[in-house]
């Protein structure tokens, strides 16, 4: 049984075919939002982490919203390693009291956005030449910028509704913010779909920006007045926009590795009750998707990957027990790719990426 699957674009299913998984054939690293699902790739990310992405030398642009940003995060400090076990171990072993309200999760993901960033994680994270972060996030307009749940719900309803039309609608709503290395530009990657703002990263930012992309609404307080936007700016989940990252990777000059909990993309967080819209095939012309295999999850427990149900679903001390084994099993990924990078055994079953909404394969 197979715990990995592949997926990738013409014209990276044509330079992997001759020559392999070369790290520096690869100039972006995508990471989605999608709360503990992630928990599913953290033995991918350690390997890229640790080995695959170890000596590079040439700049490595990285992209993510709100989970996908944070895990982005530890790659850029100076031992991403150490980052991304203090990420998985605080983020694995939340506990809440038995109703938390918005606040107390708030202030708990600072708690641990803080021990993940440590005291020099924001300087090495905006100092780094290498490992360049980009996080998107969404300033919000009109009653989105409450944290009432009245004028949030009647908010998210309508930009709800108007996004069954048409994706573009939601620029009624939201302006999407990228908070990119000062060393990259909005010419990095150029996005023109949506109305967006490029703003630099600084140690004064780092922090808002990461918390600012991963506010879910009704889960977590907004972010307001983020260190270089516009006084009175107000902040949420940088996965409303971009869940899946259906983004213009097709104008990067070299390839897009995609570790990926699902199969399939989705591009915004409303169409995840649209099915009909799919992600353009022609932005993934360079990309590679790892995802785990529908045989890998089916022996996890409960034949899933995590999710934020599980809070709702399972006890703390079962939950807990689920997420661990999970983390532990996301190594048998990184072996699988392991040796595809090192021996070039697996190649030939590289799938063609596909834009069908499925969750696994």
Known sequence: ???LNIFAGPRALKLLRSEGFAAENFSWLAGA?????WFVLHGLDRYLAASF???RQAPLHMIGSSAGAWRLACFAQRNPLMALERLAGFYSQQTYSRDPDMHEITREARKMLAAVMGLHGADEIVGNPIMRLHIIADRVRGPLGSDRRLPLTMGLAASAAT???SRRSLSWFFQRHIFHNPLDTEQTLPLTDLPSRYIALTPDNVTDALMASG???FVMESVRDVVGTEHGSVFRDG???DYHLDLPFQQAEGLVLYPHFYAGLTPG???????WRRVRAGHFDNVVLLSPSREFVSTLPYGKIPDRNDFKKLDAAERLRYWQHVLRESERLADEFRVMVETGAGLEKIQAFRTQRIKHV
Do not use: E, H, Y
């Open 1 to 3: 049984m197979s715990a």
């Open 215 to 217: 506010s879910i609404p």
């Open 53 to 55: 992405f170890a000596d």
């Open 33 to 37: 939002s999608g709360g503990p699902k």
């Open 163 to 165: 996004n069954l039309v």
């Open 239 to 241: 996965g409303i926009t």
């Open 269 to 275: 967080w409303f169409d995840r009750f649209v099915p």
